[in-house]
C-alpha cells in the first residue's frame, strides 16, 4: 500500500502541477517509485498513451520527469525508457471545455459525452467509483502518490459534491500542502482565507503551507511567515522562488501563449515561426521544442496586424475547429494568411489547424456546431466529423516530397493523434506515411500542396531528426546557418527537472515533507 501526499491551491495557476512535478522528482531521486495522481483535470492539452486512452497533459509531465532517461535515441517510440509509463489510471476524468458553459467528459481515458457544466455537477459523484479503481491500481504498484488537487478547496459552492480537492483526499487519507501564487499578491489572505472556508476536518488534513512564486529577500517575509502561523497553526513548509524552468504548462493560463506582449520584430539571424493563438486551442505544448531554440522567435498571435512577414505559420489544434476557424475569418486572420502565402511564407496545419487548411468541414453528425463550412480551400482536403474520437500513437516517415518541403523527404516522424473525424485527400501527395503503434495498421497522414502542409501529429516537433529537418529547411530559405550544438528536446527537458527538484530541496522542508508522508 502506497504512502500518499496531495498538493491543493489557493487558486487556478497557484503552481500545484510544479510542485507536485517538482517532490515526484526529488522522491525519485532518492529511490522511491512515485506516481502522479489527479482525479480531474480540466484542460484542452491532452496526450494519448501507448496504449491508445486520452489524458491530461500535466500528469503526463509528471510521469515523465519521474522517468529514467534513455542513453540512446535509437528507438525513438521507447519514451525515454521510462521508469513510470504514463498510465491513464493518473487522469481518470478528463474534461476538455468545448463551450464556455460545457466540456467533454473523458472517463479512463475514452470520450463519455458532452454535458453542460451544470449535468456534470449532477453526475460527477457518480464516477467516484472510477476514480477509486485508477488510484487502487496505482496504490498497489508504488511507494508513494502525489495527488494534485483542481483549483481551490475552498469554492464553497462546489464542496458537497467534490470529488478532485478534499472530496478526494477524504477519499484516501491524505495529508495536504496547500500552495499560494505571492506574484499575484495577497498571498496571506489566499492562504488564510482558504484555510478559514473549510471545514475543522479539513483543515487538520492541511499539514503545510507553500508560498510560491516569490521575488525578493526572504527575511523581508519572515514577520508575515510567523503571523500567518499564529492565525493558522500550519507552518510554511516553503517559499518557493519565482524561477524560470521551461516545464509543460497544464493549460492556456500559461503565460508562454501570452499574446500581450510579443513582438514582430526579430533579430536578422532567426527564424520567426507564428502559432495562430486560437480560442479552443490545444495541445500548445506541440510547439515547446521549437521555443527553447535560440535560433527561432516563436510568438503566439491572435491579431492579424501582429502576424506581419514571418518564415512560417502554424494553425494549431482546437477543440472547437468550426468556432476557431469563423474566428480567424471575423477577425481577419484567414485572409491575412492568404496573403503571406502569397509572399511565399510556409504554412503548417496541426490536427484541427490541418482540417481547416481544407476544402470542406462536414459537422452532419453534431459533433461540434451541426454545420458543414467551407474550410481555408489551400489543401485538396474533405473533412467529415463523427462521434468516435481517433486517439493513437504513431510513427513513421516523410512523404518524397518536392519543392519547398524536399529536404523532410525520408526524416522520421511521429506522435499521436486526437481526432473527431477523418479528412480525405483528393490527390496522393501525403505528409508521411505512418504506423498507428496501437493496433500496427500503416495509412497515409496529412497533405502537401505547395507552401501548404497539414498532419493529425501532435508531437511532431519533439522527434528531434524531423524537428533538426525542419529548422534546416527554413534555415536555408533564409539563407542563415543552423546551430547543430543544441541538446535533443529529451535531455534538455531532463536537465529542467533535476533544475526543478533542485529548487525544491533549497527551498522546502523535505524532512518535514517526507515525515507528513510517513517515509
Known amino acids: ?26 522522491l525519485k531521486q532518492d529511490g522511491y517509485k512515485a506516481a502522479p495522481f489527479k482525479s480531474q483535470n480540466m484542460a484542452l492539452n491532452s496526450y494519448v498513451t ?6 491530461g497533459r500535466a500528469q503526463v509531465m509528471q510521469a515523465e520527469e519521474n522517468s529514467i532517461q534513455q542513453t540512446s535515441e535509437q528507438d525513438l517510440w521507447q519514451e525515454e525508457a521510462a521508469m513510470i509509463e504514463p498510465d491513464i489510471c493518473m487522469n481518470p476524468i478528463l474534461l476538455k471545455p468545448t463551450s464556455d458553459v460545457g466540456s467533454q467528459v473523458i472517463v479512463n481515458g475514452t470520450p463519455l459525452k458532452n454535458m453542460p457544466a451544470k449535468e456534470y ?30 483549483g481551490s478547496p475552498a469554492e464553497i459552492n462546489l464542496k458537497k459534491d467534490d470529488i478532485v480537492n478534499m472530496g478526494m483526499a477524504e477519499l484516501v487519507d491524505a495529508p495536504v500542502l496547500l500552495v499560494g501564487d ?6 496571506f489572505a489566499q492562504l488564510v482565507g482558504t484555510i478559514m472556508l473549510l471545514e475543522e476536518k479539513e483543515r487538520k488534513r492541511v499539514r503545510g503551507l507553500v508560498m510560491n512564486k516569490f521575488r525578493g529577500d526572504r527575511r523581508i517575509l519572515e514577520p508575515g511567515i510567523q503571523q500567518l502561523y499564529d492565525i493558522c497553526h500550519i507552518p510554511v513548509t516553503g517559499v518557493i522562488p519565482y524561477t524560470r524552468l521551461d516545464i509543460e504548462d ?10 500581450s506582449h510579443k513582438s514582430v520584430s526579430i533579430l536578422k539571424k532567426q527564424l520567426d515561426i507564428v502559432v495562430i493563438r486560437l480560442p479552443h486551442i490545444s495541445n500548445f505544448t506541440d510547439f515547446n521544442a521549437l521555443e527553447r531554440m535560440d535560433i527561432v522567435n516563436l510568438r503566439y498571435v491572435d491579431n492579424a496586424a501582429m ?33 503571406c502565402l502569397r509572399q511565399d511564407v510556409l504554412v503548417l496545419g496541426i490536427c484541427g489547424g490541418y482540417q481547416m487548411l481544407g476544402d470542406v468541414i462536414d459537422d452532419s453528425c453534431n459533433a461540434e456546431t451541426g454545420e458543414t463550412i467551407p474550410g481555408m480551400g489551400l489543401l485538396p482536403v474533405v473533412t467529415t466529423f463523427s462521434r468516435n474520437k481517433h486517439r493513437t500513437r504513431v510513427e513513421g516517415i516523410i512523404c518524397n516530397q518536392s519543392g ?67 529548422i534546416e529547411m527554413l ?24 533544475k526543478l527538484a533542485d529548487v525544491i530541496r533549497a527551498n522546502m522542508d523535505m524532512d518535514y515533507i517526507y515525515r507528513v508522508i510517513g517515509l
Open 1 to 26: 500500500m502506497a504512502k500518499n501526499l496531495m498538493i491543493q491551491g489557493t487558486m487556478s495557476n497557484a503552481g500545484k502541477s510544479i510542485v507536485t512535478a517538482g517532490i515526484l522528482r526529488v
Open 50 to 55: 501507448r496504449d491508445g486512452y486520452e489524458m
Open 121 to 150: 455537477f449532477q453526475y460527477k459523484k457518480k464516477l467516484i467509483p472510477d476514480i477509486m479503481q485508477a488510484y487502487d491500481k496505482l496504490d498497489k504498484a508504488y511507494d508513494v502518490i502525489v495527488l494534485e488537487g483542481a
Open 182 to 187: 505571492i506574484d499575484r499578491g495577497g498571498v
Open 250 to 259: 497544464e493549460d492556456s493560463l500559461s503565460e508562454r501563449i501570452d499574446t
Open 307 to 339: 502576424i506581419g512577414s514571418p518564415d512560417l505559420i502554424i494553425i494549431p489544434g482546437s477543440k472547437n475547429t468550426i468556432g476557431d476557424l469563423k474566428w480567424m475569418r471575423y477577425n481577419q486572420i484567414e485572409a491575412q494568411i492568404i496573403r
Open 404 to 470: 519547398i518541403w524536399s529536404g523532410l523527404t525520408g526524416k522520421v516522424c511521429g506522435g499521436y493523434e486526437i481526432h473527431m473525424g477523418e479528412s480525405v485527400v483528393k490527390t496522393d501527395v501525403a505528409f508521411a506515411k505512418i504506423r498507428n503503434t496501437v493496433d500496427g495498421l500503416e495509412y497515409m497522414d496529412g497533405c502537401v500542396r505547395g507552401n501548404v502542409a497539414g498532419t493529425y501529429m501532435h508531437g511532431i516537433f519533439d522527434v528531434q531528426e524531423f524537428c533538426d529537418s525542419f
Open 475 to 498: 534555415c536555408k530559405r533564409r539563407g542563415i546557418s543552423q546551430d547543430s550544438t543544441h541538446i535533443s528536446y529529451d535531455m534538455y527537458k531532463q536537465a529542467e527537472y533535476d
